[in-house]
């Protein structure tokens, strides 16, 4: 090996950082010459720390934090450890790009004129940055120190995929009880990747933000989650009800002829989809594409938690007179591989909720989610779901409300406290 030393500038030239970058650099322990002489101060590397020097120079370029590119310098020479760190990193990136296409769509609304309710709960959290693993959709996650993770449930609201300029206010907070009320009924069927929601209990370095974390966020467990969206359907609507029209069957399960729009199924039928990412759309997947994803045994395993959860939601809900219409699950693998569910479970969000006193086939059914709002979207606003969605207007946002507080309401038998960030 040729251990000629480089001066500083030979390294800034080659490597595409400047020489103001390298002092900088040195003084931070990421990058320290081989040489300092005593007497000039002037910096010497050895040729091998030119590769570093360029690895630096690229990893500052996607904005990566001086702490992981540390981490990944020495961890070199265990690639699974620096794919870790990218993966982490790239899930940063990942959300940043999704809070900004929020913001800009706000922003969006703002040039118009028209009045908008910035965002509460991920303000009140930014002091939490440098934790934040990931953006969906409507909630937040972020990493504790003893490897575990906080979910916290924002008041943003989406449909056909897109997150909508206004929020909707104590959505978040209704989910997360919600979620927690339903994970406490199904602790017999599945574990579930609940830690605590008690935040006196959260590690410490989350007890700042107890203001903005009470109630709408839980700790949990990391999992490994598994790629398929569980969907269980016990009635027949929606894009369901749009593929029976025209096959005749639902995600390769056939179904009897001349059923209508909110017609009750003769058993619930399982019928999954892909997890798609933030933006895109979930594609329906037959069982036996599940079987080819994650094999038959844990295929098997899925199929029949979800329906057994269904079932069990299902009935339920029948006993405070609402009909749980369908619901989508999320499970999860943690590193014993025990399966556990995980996400949020059996909300507004995620499942379709009818007051069994309205029920009506053939129609499409009075609900207790954002169903209202889609209908919105799709009629009165006028939106072409191509340019970006409009603001809703304040009486839909205080309908929605109601319907989220309902559903809680009905479901639960108590009154739903509000928390606001």
């Not at 265990?78 to 940043?96: C, K, M, N, Q, S």
């Not at 406490?184 to 700042?208: C, I, K, M, Q």
């Not at 943690?334 to 507004?348: F, N, R």
């Amino acid at each position: 090996m040729d251990d000629t030393l480089l001066g500083i500038g030979q390294i800034a030239k080659a490597s595409g950082l400047t020489v103001s970058a390298l002092r900088f650099y040195a003084s931070s322990s990421v990058l320290v010459p081989a040489v300092v002489d005593a007497a000039t101060g002037y910096r010497l590397y050895r040729p091998k720390q030119l590769h570093e020097a360029r690895l630096i120079a690229q990893l500052r370029r996607v904005a990566m934090p001086l702490h992981d590119i540390r981490q990944i310098l020495a961890a070199r020479e265990d690639p699974a450890e620096v794919a870790t760190i990218v993966e982490r990193h790239l899930h940063r990136l990942e959300a940043g790009l999704a809070d900004a296409k929020h913001v800009l769509s706000t922003v969006h609304h703002l040039l118009d004129d028209q009045e908008t309710t910035m965002p509460t709960t991920t303000d009140a959290l930014a002091g939490l940055a440098d934790r934040h693993l990931h953006s969906g959709k409507v909630r937040e996650l972020y990493s504790a120190d003893d490897g575990s993770l906080l979910i916290v449930a924002t008041d943003r609201i989406s449909a056909y995929d897109y997150v909508l300029p206004n929020d909707i206010p104590d959505k978040g907070a209704i989910l997360s009880q919600l979620s927690l009320w339903w994970f406490g009924h199904l602790t017999d069927l599945a574990p579930n990747h609940v830690v605590t929601a008690d935040v006196a209990e959260y590690p410490s370095e989350f007890r700042a933000y107890a203001d903005a974390l009470r109630g709408r966020s839980m700790l949990c467990r990391r999992l490994d989650m598994v790629p398929v969206e569980c969907v269980a359907r016990g009635y027949l609507t929606g894009s369901a009800l749009a593929e029976y029209q025209r096959t005749g069957a639902v995600h390769g399960v056939a179904l009897p002829t001349g059923l209508l729009d909110g017609s009750r199924l003769p058993e619930p039928i399982f019928t999954p989809t892909t997890k798609a990412p933030t933006g895109e759309h979930d594609a329906p997947m037959t069982y036996d594409d599940v079987v080819a994803r994650v094999g038959a045994g844990r295929a098997e395993q899925l199929r029949t938690l979800t329906l057994a959860m269904y079932r069990r939601a299902a009935e339920q809900a029948a006993a405070a007179g609402v009909i749980l219409a369908d619901t989508k699950l999320e499970f999860g693998v943690a590193t014993d591989g025990t399966l556990m569910l995980a996400d949020e479970v059996l909300t507004p969000d995620s499942s379709r909720f009818w007051p069994a006193e309205d029920w009506q086939p053939g129609r499409q059914q009075p609900s207790y989610d954002k169903q209202f709002v889609r209908d919105w979207l799709t009629s009165a606003s006028g939106w072409n779901r191509t340019s970006p969605p409009p603001m809703l207007p304040d009486e839909v946002v205080e309908q929605t409300r109601a319907k989220y507080v309902d559903a809680f309401e009905r479901l639960t038998g108590r009154p739903f406290e509000a928390t606001r960030a």
